[in-house]
């Protein structure tokens, strides 16, 4: 089954208000990053959170590892927020990434 | 500033063909990947590579090789194109070890015919 999985698979919000996105995996992470995609598909990486909780501008990362799980929170979400954002995972092997299948964020004005 | 560049953006290509996609990094990491991106399959790694000479399998190498002749450049050859390699592909660069950034390029779009 899938090793990394996120929810909700698909978010609609209006413009300010705030959302969640889930993170669960299946195996010990050594490393966890957050994504962001572009509806154009461009990829960028967000921020990186192992555990504990992280801050970067209006986004908030925490992450529980001994229970597997990762939130980001995005406050006062703007329409330049939607996109999808993705979850991945370093199991240490190797430094290969295994990706969520992300959160689809649409943000109306 | 430090970037990943993918050529070309777009292709088009004949089942049979062969496929160069190409990759190049100025942010001197020594990590390099390349992606595919399908509906409903996520990011799956291809093939991704230590440093200059390293070239290591990823999840779903089948069909593809990989080349990375010096620390800026990896490219992903097909050597006979299917309709199933249609997909769009990403190169990346960086370390989650290190914390290195972890830099994408910009995509290509692949099309077999």
Redesign the interface.
């Known amino acids: 089954g899938q090793q990394v999985q996120q929810s909700p698979a698909s978010l609609v919000l209006q413009e300010g208000e705030n959302a969640e996105l889930q993170c669960n995996f299946s195996s010990t992470a050594?490393?966890l990053?957050w994504?962001y995609q572009s509806p154009g598909?461009?990829?960028?990486?967000l921020l990186?959170n192992p555990s504990g909780t992280k801050h970067t501008g209006r986004l908030t990362s925490t992450t529980v590892t001994k229970e597997r799980r990762s939130s980001l929170h995005i406050s006062s979400s703007q329409t330049t927020d939607s996109g999808t954002y993705?979850c991945?995972i370093?199991v240490g092997d190797?430094?290969?990434?295994i990706?969520?299948?992300?959160t689809s964020l649409v943000v109306n004005p | 500033e430090a970037a990943v560049t993918q050529s070309p953006r777009n292709k088009v290509a004949v089942t049979g063909g062969k496929v160069t996609l190409s990759c190049n990094q100025t942010n001197n990491h020594n990590?390099m990947y390349w992606y595919r991106q399908d509906t409903?399959?996520?990011?799956?790694?291809i093939h991704?590579s230590y440093g200059a000479g390293s070239t290591?399998k990823?999840?779903i190498p089948d069909g593809y090789k990989a080349s990375r002749p010096s620390q800026e450049n990896f490219s992903l050859i097909l050597e006979l194109a299917t309709p199933s390699q249609t997909s769009?592909y990403?190169c990346?660069s960086?370390?989650?070890?290190t914390?290195s950034?972890?830099?994408?390029g910009?995509?290509t779009r692949l099309l077999v015919i």
């Open positions: 050594t490393q990053q994504f598909g461009s990829l960028v990486s990186s993705l991945a370093d190797n430094s290969k990434l990706w969520g299948l992300g | 990590n409903g399959h996520g990011l799956r790694l991704y290591e990823g999840d769009v990403f990346a960086g370390d989650v070890k914390n950034d972890y830099t994408f910009s995509g």
